[in-house]
C-alpha cells in the first residue's frame, strides 16, 4: 500500500515497466517486470528506514549503507538483489525515496524513518500553509491529540493538496488537513524539508490544523 504510487511514477505509468526493461536488457534481465520494482522498492524501504538489523546491514549515523553490503546481505538472506536493480529502483522511484552518495557506494533513505538517523537536514521556514493526508477514520483521534509521528520519527506534510490526498488514500477514505505552518513557525517549531520535498516536523497540534467541512 505504502507504494501504491509506484503504479505511476515520474516517467507516467506503464513507462517505466518499459524504461526498466530497456535500462536492464544489457545485462540479459529481460524479463523484468514493475512488480519487481515495487517489491525492491518496500524491501529497501525495509532495510533502510525500519529494519536494517532483519538482514544484519550496518547503518552509519546518518542513515547510510554500503551498496556491496546490502546486495550481499539481502542476498544471503534470500532476496535477490544486484546493483543494477538497486540503482534502478533508486533512479525511478516516483516518490525519490533513496539517494545514493556521489560515488553510488552508498545508499540511505530520503526520509520516512523509525530508527533514528541524522538526515542532516537543517531547519527551512516552511512555506505558509502545508497539507496533511490522513484517513477519515483517524480524525476524530486527531480531533483530539493533533498530528503525531507514530512509528515514524516525524509527522510527514505535504506542499500540494494532491500529493497529500494520495498519501491519506494509503490509510483509508482520504481527507486533506490544512496546517498553518508559519504559525507553527512563529511559534517555534522547527521544518525540515526532505530531499524528496517531504516536510517533516515533530508534531502538529491541533489548534495549527483546519479540518475540511464535514
Ligand atoms: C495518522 C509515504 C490517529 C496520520 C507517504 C497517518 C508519506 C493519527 C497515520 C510517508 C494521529 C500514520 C508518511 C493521531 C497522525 N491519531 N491517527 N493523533 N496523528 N495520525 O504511514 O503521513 O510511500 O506513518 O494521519 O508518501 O501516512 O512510505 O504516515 O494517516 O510521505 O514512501 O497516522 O509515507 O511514503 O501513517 O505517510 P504513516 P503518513 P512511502
Not at 542532516?120 to 496533511?132: A, C, K, Y
Amino acid at each position: 500500500m505504502a507504494h501504491a504510487s509506484e503504479r505511476g511514477g515520474r516517467f507516467g505509468p506503464g513507462v517505466r515497466v518499459r524504461c526498466a526493461r530497456s535500462l536492464l536488457a544489457p545485462y540479459g534481465r529481460l524479463t523484468l517486470v514493475d512488480s519487481d520494482l515495487v517489491k525492491t522498492s518496500k524491501f529497501l524501504s525495509f532495510v533502510l528506514r525500519h529494519h536494517p538489523e532483519s538482514i544484519g546491514l550496518p547503518l552509519d549515523s546518518a542513515g547510510w549503507a554500503d551498496v556491496d553490503d546490502l546486495i550481499r546481505l539481502a542476498n544471503a538472506s534470500g532476496r535477490r538483489l544486484d546493483r543494477e536493480l538497486v540503482f534502478l529502483v533508486v533512479e525511478t522511484s516516483d516518490k525519490q525515496r533513496f539517494a545514493l552518495d556521489e560515488a553510488r557506494t552508498r545508499i540511505r533513505a530520503n526520509q520516512g524513518h523509525s530508527i533514528e538517523v541524522d538526515l542532516g537536514l537543517s531547519p527551512r521556514t516552511p512555506p505558509p500553509v502545508l497539507f496533511h493526508g490522513t484517513a477519515l477514520r483517524f480524525l476524530e483521534s486527531i480531533r483530539s491529540s493533533g498530528l503525531v509521528p507514530g512509528t515514524r520519527t516525524h509527522v510527514h506534510l505535504s506542499q500540494d493538496r494532491s500529493t497529500a490526498r494520495a498519501v491519506g488514500a494509503r490509510h483509508g477514505k482520504p481527507v486533506v488537513l490544512s496546517i498553518d505552518a508559519a504559525a507553527m513557525h512563529a511559534f517555534g517549531s522547527e521544518f525540515r524539508l526532505a530531499h524528496n520535498g517531504v516536510w517533516l516536523v515533530a508534531q502538529v497540534s491541533v489548534r495549527f490544523i483546519t479540518f475540511p467541512r464535514p
